[in-house]
């Protein structure tokens, strides 16, 4: 398939889905414009709602309590992708499907404890 087939195949699929479908194309349609020679890595069996079942299997795994995650690493390696994962998505990279990320700024140090004065007294001090 060319790059072309591949970004068409996944806009329509993304078209009537849910805002998670939407947001995995929009990051793959987005990785394979720009890595267009990974292309050829890229089957008719590699769809979105495929995507959705391989993270949801992938975030059972590292299900800890009742909480599982899947990142953009287990994107990646659903669609075979050998580039770089971004660490944060920018509001362009997201879009208009409702969820907005934002980097979380540092938390501001902590004032330092004080220290405590030392005294040295005997019991003589004392009485």
């Not at 769809?47 to 909480?67: I, P």
Request: aromatic share 8%; net charge negative.
């Amino acid at each position: 398939m060319d790059v072309e087939e591949i970004i068409a195949m996944w806009k329509k699929e993304s078209a009537n889905s849910n805002k998670y479908i939407k947001l995995i194309g929009k990051v793959a349609v987005n990785y394979i414009s720009t890595h267009q020679e990974e292309a050829d890595k890229i089957t008719a069996d590699l769809t979105l709602n495929g995507c959705m079942d391989f993270l949801r299997e992938r975030a059972r795994k590292n299900q800890l309590g009742n909480v599982g995650v899947a990142t953009l690493d287990d994107l990646y390696d659903y669609f075979h992708f050998g580039g770089k994962v971004p660490t944060i998505l920018s509001d362009e990279d997201i879009g208009d499907i409702g969820i907005h990320a934002k980097p979380i700024p540092a938390p501001e140090p902590a004032a330092p404890k004080p220290t405590a004065k030392r005294v040295n007294l005997s019991m003589d001090d004392l009485f």
